[in-house]
């Protein structure tokens, strides 16, 4: 008998081994419904201030990290806020990715004005600053990196995806770009758009952004109901879950998130539509 039990528990270590083989940037444990809603995730989070002074590219922000280091490195994420507004707008996402296992850095463009050619570039140079001289760029892995951004911040996600191929996953969140054609991007991208967005109305923005992006890209739209431009602003549990989701999936290659966005979400009280492709094969 203890024989048995010594070559089940064998078994056991050894497929747990194998799971993690397969698949070695996975954080945090299974996730569940709830816990991809939930306002934070397992971990504890750290946070710190970059000034603009200390930097060049972009204007700053704040640093939102796994206090602990016992799983190794995390995939990081840079976003960057719209038209006239500061870091404060998109702050809430800081803490409630980084608590799910992600080093996040939302930041503070040169000026409210920028637009989203500029952002993207800041984004781009957020990036940069975080995994080469930032003080928590021993708890990243360089390689597995994303972009978010609110209104001409998710012009400027589009902006950046264009500009480096290597990143991981974008976010548009209620996207706004002179240019609404994107067949140039190879990043896996989730738009977020909303049907009551009357700044940058899904019809002229977010549709045509998704439906201009390669074919053969892992891509989703995801319109939220009841949502205006200004939704991104305040804590969301559509938004927080599906770009988890996303991040997870394809920053973190955990193919444990791919139950939350294949099948496709189906239309409900917070979705209005939700189209992409399915099975993911990045």
């Known amino acids: 008998m203890a024989a048995l039990l010594a070559l089940g528990g064998l078994a056991t270590s050894q497929a747990v081994t194998a799971q993690a083989a397969d698949n070695p940037y996975e954080r945090g444990p299974a996730p569940t419904p709830s816990s991809i809603e939930a306002s934070r995730g397992s971990y504890a989070v750290s946070q710190t201030t970059v000034s603009a002074l200390s930097v060049s590219g972009?204007?700053?922000?704040?640093?939102?990290?796994?206090t602990s280091t016992a799983d190794g490195t995390f995939?990081?994420?840079?976003i960057s806020p719209g038209?006239?507004?500061?870091?404060?707008?998109?702050a809430w996402l800081g803490p409630r990715l980084a608590s799910q296992g992600f080093v996040?850095?939302?930041?503070?463009?040169?000026?409210?004005?920028?637009?989203?050619?500029?952002?993207?570039?800041?984004?781009?140079?957020?990036l940069d600053y975080l995994t080469q001289s930032s003080a928590v760029r021993g708890r990243i892995?360089?390689?597995?990196?994303?972009?978010?951004?609110?209104?001409m911040g998710g012009g400027g996600t589009l902006e950046a995806a264009k500009s480096r191929p290597s990143l991981q996953a974008a976010i548009p969140l209620t996207g706004w770009n002179t240019d609404k054609t994107w067949p140039e991007i190879q990043t896996p991208t989730l738009v977020v758009g909303a049907d009551g967005d009357t700044v940058a109305p899904?019809?002229?923005h977010s549709e045509p952004f998704y439906t201009s992006l390669p074919?053969?890209?892992d891509k989703a739209y995801l319109e939220l109901r009841g949502a205006t431009h200004f939704t991104p602003n305040s804590s969301n549990t559509t938004i927080a879950k599906?770009?988890?989701?996303?991040?997870?999936?394809?920053?973190?290659?955990?193919?444990?998130?791919?139950?939350?966005?294949?099948?496709l979400p189906s239309a409900s009280s917070t979705i209005a539509e939700y189209r992409g492709n399915c099975p993911h094969t990045s």
């Open 58 to 66: 972009f204007g700053g922000g704040t640093v939102y990290y796994p």
């Open 242 to 263: 599906y770009s988890l989701s996303w991040l997870k999936r394809f920053v973190d290659n955990d193919t444990r998130y791919e139950q939350f966005l294949c099948p």
């Open 215 to 217: 074919g053969s890209l």
């Open 104 to 126: 996040v850095f939302t930041i503070d463009t040169n000026t409210t004005l920028d637009q989203p050619d500029s952002r993207g570039r800041q984004l781009l140079a957020a």
């Open 202 to 204: 899904v019809a002229t």
């Open 141 to 151: 892995d360089s390689t597995r990196l994303g972009v978010m951004g609110h209104s």
């Open 75 to 78: 995939g990081a994420v840079a």
């Open 83 to 90: 038209y006239t507004a500061y870091q404060s707008s998109i």
